[in-house]
């Protein structure tokens, strides 16, 4: 069974800083990419960052330079850190397992619950 743990979240002003964690259980995340969507009421749910089995990484360009992905391949872990955060920031953000970005769609294999993050105006 593969499961993934979200937490971190919570409220937030405008251009403070939160720090997301998730860690998988049922595989070890060393030959996957690794990642991050979330969604807002009434949006679609879009891809946030992700991180390689080499540690390359890509991120979505309304959050690159204010985001960072991080992993831990002994704990099975992966971090997102939120800086400089905006109201548009405010969504359910879901860690995900076997990211594949193709082209502006990007997809994944395996789903977190999700964990909350309000920014507020």
Do not use: M
């Not at 939160?18 to 979330?38: E, M, P, Q």
């Not at 360009?61 to 800086?83: C, E, M, P």
């Not at 397992?97 to 507020?120: I, L, M």
């Amino acid at each position: 069974e593969v499961q993934l743990q979200a937490c971190g979240g919570g409220l937030v002003e405008v251009g403070g800083s939160l720090r997301l964690s998730c860690v998988a259980s049922g595989l070890t995340f060393d030959d996957y990419a690794i990642g991050w969507f979330r969604q807002a009421p009434g949006k679609e749910r879009e891809g946030v960052s992700y991180i390689n089995s080499d540690d390359t990484t890509r991120y979505a360009d309304s959050v690159n330079g204010r985001f960072t992905i991080s992993r831990d391949k002994a704990k099975n872990t992966v971090d997102l850190q939120l800086n400089s955060l905006k109201p548009e920031d405010t969504a359910v953000y879901y860690c995900a397992v076997d990211v594949r970005g193709f082209g502006s769609t990007w997809f994944a294999a395996h789903w977190g619950q999700g964990t909350q993050v309000t920014v507020s105006s």
